[in-house]
Nanobody
Framework: QVQVVESGGGLVQAGGSLRLSCVAS????????MGWYRRAPGKQRELVAV???????NYADSVKGRFTISRDNAKNTVYLQMNSLKPEDTAVYYC??????????????WGQGTQVTVSS
């Protein structure tokens, strides 16, 4: 089993910054993709940023130039640096980890979410 735990959310004023962290632990052969998603009140969950192992980062258009995703493979950790935050960034942020099994099948694991609230 794999556990995914996010941290770093909170309340910040518009224009401020937050850094989210997500750590995966447990029975991990290899991690393919680590990414961040968010769900705002009354909206569907959406992709924020993803980082494939050995690949490049991809961002939602709404966060390009403001958010930066990075990962530390040695620590099975992914970060999301969020700058120039806007009230519309308010959401619960979820970490998703795609784990590769030795037989090359994959499993997706989600964290419990961390609340980010941006006040105007």
């Amino acid at each position: 089993q794999v556990q995914v735990v996010e941290s770093g959310g909170g309340l910040v004023q518009a224009g401020g910054s937050l850094r989210l962290s997500c750590v995966a632990s447990g029975s991990i052969f290899r991690i393919n993709v680590m990414g961040w998603y968010r769900r705002a009140p009354g909206k569907q969950r959406e992709l924020v940023a993803v980082f494939a192992d050995g690949g490049s980062a991809n961002y939602a258009d709404s966060v390009k130039g403001r958010f930066t995703i990075s990962r530390d493979n040695a620590k099975n950790t992914v970060y999301l640096q969020m700058n120039s935050l806007k009230p519309e960034d308010t959401a619960v942020y979820y970490c998703k980890v795609e784990v590769l099994r030795p037989n090359f099948l994959t499993d997706n694991y989600w964290g419990q979410g961390t609340q980010v609230t941006v006040s105007s």
